[in-house]
């Protein structure tokens, strides 16, 4: 998963912020082997500044102050700027860090930056109205996915469809101007109010929007044996869910379906549950970059719509017919 990082950041940045990321190679030399032996390093250049980033070979991060230390350490050595790159970190880590002034970014869900002059959370990001983006945020899309699926008239608007108002006013204005930027709505002022309006029939709005639209997993892990407990609460995913749906075989790992947020709010919860051996893996688990919407029919399923999106670059011919059956039914 730790070779992985570096690639996860810098899709994140481009995506969120547009920023292109250039990776160097490892770095070691002339760096103390406690700190080889605790770090991963590697360089990279960020908007013409060299930097490097540290990433934990331990299950279990380093505290705040620890990291502070090291990274200044590295910092001195190396020349760079230093970033600290984790799937997981806690609200009260991430506090720390600011408070430290130690860069770090939690791919998918925030990056603190402050010698580049960034400190963004995707949540609070504001986009331009005149912009036009090359992809919606994942709030964003979590937002347009659940009107399909409410199909709701001109009389309503889009700020009420906060899924399970887990998003703040600050985070719907933004998805109202990042969307209607795309074209995919027309606003209209009330007052102090905004309200987003849906002119377009929902086909062609689905067309409009489907370029914008990324796939939701942000990355596969499997789970052991003792995550059984735990499967019952996970929504079914992948080519269990399209199974679900068709004639299609199950496969052979049932496919399950989880938000980031959850693994890095919770970082426990998922690391006990995980197994790098595939063959004695009981499950395989998506990590999603906005929170899975949950059909009803078939209990427990994720929303076809995001399905569609998760699987569409699959190569086989038959997932590829019975996910354009879906999405036609689904429209």
Known sequence: MIMSLPFELRDYLQKTLGIQIHLEEPAESGVPFYLIDRYRLQKAEILGKACILIMGKNAIPPSPAVLRKDSQKIQEILKRVPIWVSLQIDGVDRQRLIQYRVPFVLPGFQAYLPDLLIDVRERFQSLRANRQPRRLTPSAQHFLLE??????????HLTSLAPNANYSP??????????????????????????????????????????????PV?????????????????PRAGLSALAELSMLA??????????NRLSTARPNWLRRYLTD????????????????????????????????LSLQEDGDPR????????LKETL
């Not at 399909?148 to 008239?153: A, E, G, L, P, V």
């Open 147 to 156: 009107a399909f699926y409410r199909r709701f008239d001109e009389n309503d």
């Open 170 to 215: 600050m985070t719907r204005s933004r998805v109202i101007s990042e969307l209607e930027a795309a074209g995919l709505v027309e606003t209209k002022q009330h007052g102090r109010h905004r309200r987003a309006l849906i002119t377009l029939p929902w086909e062609a709005l689905w067309k409009k929007a489907h370029p914008l639209l990324s796939n």
């Open 218 to 234: 942000r990355r596969r892990v499997h789970l052991s044996d003792s995550a059984a407990a735990e499967e019952q609460r996970l």
């Open 250 to 259: 199950a496969p052979r790992l049932p496919v399950y379906a989880t938000v």
């Open 277 to 308: 051996r595939i063959d004695d893996a009981r499950a395989e688990l998506e990590i999603w970059s906005y929170p899975p919407l949950i059909e009803k029919q078939p209990t427990g399923n994720v929303d076809r719509l995001s399905l569609y």
């Open 319 to 326: 997932t590829q017919d019975t996910l354009q059956k879906m």
